[in-house]
Every structure is written in structure tokens, then in C-alpha cells.
Nanobody, 127 residues
Framework: QVQLVESGGGLVQPGGSLSLSCVASGGAFDYYSMAWFRQAPGKERHIVAAIARNGVNTYYADSVKDRFTISRDNAKNAVYVQMNSLKSEDTAVYYC????????????????????WGQGTQVTVSS
């Protein structure tokens, strides 16, 4: 089984940037499709971005397109999300997740396909 640990959350002003990291252990990292989800207070958890095993194919929620960039380094067992032009509505707990499903088109619409989750890291966008 793979264990996931996120880091990099914090407080940032609107318009600022933040980078989150997620390091995996206990499994063959390049076997997993990876994603970032977020959950704002009182709201459901939603996918933010996803990246395929090969690191080439990616998916972004409309709300973060052109602002967030997901990437992975299979040699370091890590996935990242660079968040730019942050808005107050980006405030949420951000979770890293892993799926054994190969195709992003299959996982981005079904959270149940992500079998492994990190503990989450808080991102607060506020002046």
C-alpha cells in the first residue's frame, strides 16, 4: 500500500502563489495516477488536477485552469501542484490521492477510484 504525505500549505494573500508537495512511500509510485483534491468548509470534496502515470497527460478543473500546474517526479516519488493567482475561493484543505486506474478519463469523475489519500494540508487565501 502507498502512503501519501502532503506539505506546503499555508496562508497567502490573494494573487499570490503557493506550491504543494506530496511524497509517496510504500508502493511503486509510477504505477499510480495521481491527483489533488480540495474541500472547502461546508462543501464537498472536488478534484482540482490529475496527472497520469507517464506525467504527460493532465486534467484540470475549470476553476483552476491556467492558474494551477500539476507535475510529478517519479524518481522522487512525488507529485506537486503549483498554484498561482490564488483567490479567496481557493481556500480549502488540499488532499493528494493515488489511483491504480490507468486512464485519467476514468478517474477524474469518480473519487471512489482513488484508493489512497493523504491527510490534507490547509491552504488559506486571505488578505
Amino acid at each position: 500500500q502507498v502512503q501519501l504525505v502532503e506539505s506546503g500549505g499555508g496562508l497567502v494573500q490573494p494573487g499570490g502563489s503557493l506550491s504543494l508537495s506530496c511524497v509517496a512511500s510504500g508502493g511503486a509510485f509510477d504505477y499510480y495516477s495521481m491527483a489533488w483534491f480540495r474541500q472547502a468548509p461546508g462543501k464537498e470534496r472536488h478534484i482540482v488536477a490529475a496527472i497520469a502515470r507517464n506525467g504527460v497527460n493532465t486534467y484540470y478543473a475549470d476553476s483552476v485552469k491556467d492558474r494551477f500546474t500539476i507535475s510529478r517526479d517519479n524518481a522522487k516519488n512525488a507529485v506537486y501542484v503549483q498554484m498561482n493567482s490564488l483567490k479567496s475561493e481557493d481556500t480549502a484543505v488540499y488532499y493528494c490521492a493515488a489511483s491504480v486506474t490507468v486512464y485519467l478519463s476514468d478517474v477524474v469523475r469518480d473519487q471512489s477510484k482513488f484508493g489512497y489519500w493523504g491527510q490534507g494540508t490547509q491552504v488559506t487565501v486571505s488578505s
